[in-house]
Nanobody, 126 residues
Framework: QVQLVESGGGLVQAGGSLRLSCVVSGRKFSSFPMAWFRQAPGKEREFVAA????????YYADSVKGRFTIPRDNAKNTVYLQLNSLKTEDPAVYYC???????????????????WGQGTQVTVSS
């Protein structure tokens, strides 16, 4: 059974940085496209960033482009989300997601991903 476990959330001042981690267990991590989504209170879950299975392509929401990055370490079965220059509009629960099984890449689509972690809270103080 594949499991995704996020960690690294917390409270940070505006302008600060955090690094979120998502460890994948149970199957061959290196074959999965991975992504991060976030959900703020009262809002729908939204795409943040994604990375192809072979690390050849990354994708970012316009709101985080230039501030966030999504590296992966296949040797550690881990995908990260590096959050820099955090803003007061970034607080949310951040979710890690994986696409298991072959399919054309729909990296920005929430419904394309079929495995999800439990989420980790990011809070930004002004």
């Amino acid at each position: 059974q594949v499991q995704l476990v996020e960690s690294g959330g917390g409270l940070v001042q505006a302008g600060g940085s955090l690094r979120l981690s998502c460890v994948v267990s149970g199957r061959k991590f290196s074959s999965f496209p991975m992504a991060w989504f976030r959900q703020a209170p009262g809002k729908e879950r939204e795409f943040v960033a994604a990375i192809s299975w072979d690390d050849s392509n990354t994708y970012y929401a316009d709101s985080v482009k230039g501030r966030f990055t999504i590296p992966r370490d296949n040797a550690k079965n881990t995908v990260y989300l590096q959050l820099n220059s955090l803003k007061t509009e970034d607080p949310a629960v951040y979710y890690c997601a994986a696409r298991v099984g072959t399919s054309s890449g729909q990296y920005y689509s929430l419904v394309w991903y079929n495995l999800w972690g439990q989420g980790t809270q990011v809070t930004v103080s002004s």
